[in-house]
């Protein structure tokens, strides 16, 4: 029996696999795969140019944020206009993220994530009034089984939730917060934003994937290193306590001498030098081990934010304006994925479908397929195919819900094309 508690809208099979799996089962006739194919291209070809426009809006919207940006800036925007950009760049990201079938995480799930402890064994911290605003967006999860300590010695087996892909955007606060807050050497540029993709986050280290996390000690490593640190120092004042009692009873001596004398530095024998030499060795001593301790210290913490640069190097996937080519391009892949699997499964049909028919339906023979259950999005496959017209419908059921009838294929090509040829309604004149 298959587990649909936790399905997923993400398809998870590559185009043109599923592209030639379909040309190989029975919903496609062996007499109509040419047609078959041409058809394909023709709606692939449809959703490439359709997104083309997404692209672009958001490189647009982007330019006055973003940081990488190597063009000249011939214009200065004010606030208000600023503003408006913002707002376009959010409302369209978030537009091709949901195409992309990706899905916004909320505040409970971040809120897990900074309480709970992370894998990496690190305990973060992340300032989130830095920011004006966040957004993170994840799609794919699965529960992987991961070796746990617990304890010194005892180790367990937990379920931890991944998410196969996170894509966040951040607009960083304006320079005025941060000379407010006195903090001036900044390594990112105030009111800038930044866009980050990444692969295989645990849910509970999706901190670690903003910018300002810090790594602070947990109080497991500040025990163990102050056990250690207080074992150490008590054998160092052991050690040179002596030297140090002998090398005060001097200075008293001394200074009740020159008190006595009326500031008449005495002079000191054999013995009061030794113990002063040895007083001085003492401290050199205790100042080689605070200074050790603390070295320690700063070295354990730079190895943490190794454990943590190197994490980070190999799940990141994307950054800033190269994170829109990334998700347009998965967007483009979903929209074709679902609207060829809709298309096709109507066409297969001959009374048609009802919309709840025809995501039983496909979400069965994907199971069956790909031994992966998927939610599919019938809602948004049926609206593409109404808009470009390779459906319509022949009647209603009992219930009153539209059954739908795919045009055939041949037709549907020819819709296309059609379509394809009314991108560029352009009227030259003649050639002389």
């Not at 320079?175 to 934003?193: C, H, I, V, W």
């Not at 986050?201 to 910018?211: A, H, Y």
Request: aromatic share 10%.
């Amino acid at each position: 029996m298959v587990d649909y508690s936790a399905r997923e809208r993400f398809i998870p099979v590559d185009k043109v696999e599923l592209v030639n799996r379909l040309s190989h089962s029975t919903i496609v006739a062996a007499a109509d795969r040419e047609d078959y194919f041409l058809f394909s291209k023709l709606l692939d070809s449809y959703f490439h140019f359709e997104f083309h426009s997404q692209t672009e809006n958001l490189k647009q919207s982007y330019l006055p944020f973003n940081p990488d940006s190597d063009t000249l800036n011939l214009q200065e925007l004010s606030p208000a206009e600023c503003k408006i950009h913002e707002s376009q760049l959010i409302d369209t990201f978030k537009e091709v993220l949901n195409q992309a079938n990706f899905q916004q995480i909320n505040e409970e799930d971040l809120s897990y994530a900074v309480s709970e402890e992370s894998l990496l064994k690190l305990n973060l911290y992340v300032d989130f009034d830095d920011f004006e605003n966040q957004l993170v967006f994840r799609r794919g999860s699965r529960i992987d089984q991961v070796e746990h300590k617990k304890g010194l010695f005892k180790k367990e087996i937990v379920d931890m939730t991944v998410y196969d892909r996170v894509a966040l955007i951040i607009k960083y606060k304006d320079a005025t917060y941060f000379a407010a807050a006195d903090r001036e050497k900044l390594n990112f540029q105030p009111g800038s934003m930044i866009v980050k993709l990444f692969k295989n986050i645990p849910k509970g280290d999706l901190e670690m994937l903003f910018p300002n996390a810090q790594v602070r000690m947990r109080m497991k490593d500040k025990l163990l290193m102050g056990g250690i640190a207080v074992g150490a120092g008590t054998m160092v004042l052991l050690k040179a306590g002596t030297g140090l009692i002998a090398m005060a009873g001097i200075l008293w001596l001394m200074t009740r001498s020159m008190i006595a004398s009326g500031g008449t530095l005495p002079t000191l024998g054999p013995v009061e030098i030794s113990g002063m030499v040895g007083g001085m060795t003492a401290l050199v001593a205790i100042g080689a081990f605070l200074f050790k301790q603390w070295n320690g210290y700063k070295n354990r913490k730079i190895k943490f934010m190794k454990t943590l640069g190197d994490s980070l190097y190999f799940k990141n996937l994307d950054n800033n304006a190269g994170v829109f080519y990334h998700i347009i391009a998965d967007a483009e892949e979903e929209e074709f994925k679902e609207a060829l699997l809709g298309y096709l499964f109507l066409l297969k049909s001959d009374a048609g479908l009802t919309a709840t028919e025809l995501d039983t339906t496909i979400e069965e023979w994907f199971t069956e397929t790909y031994a992966t259950p998927i939610n599919f999005e019938i809602d948004d496959a049926l609206d593409k195919l109404k808009r470009l017209k390779l459906c319509h419908v022949v009647e209603n059921d009992q219930t009153g819900e539209s059954r739908w009838k795919a045009l055939p294929l041949l037709d549907a090509c020819r819709q296309l094309d059609q379509l394809w040829d009314d991108f560029f309604q352009v009227h030259l004149p003649d050639a002389p």
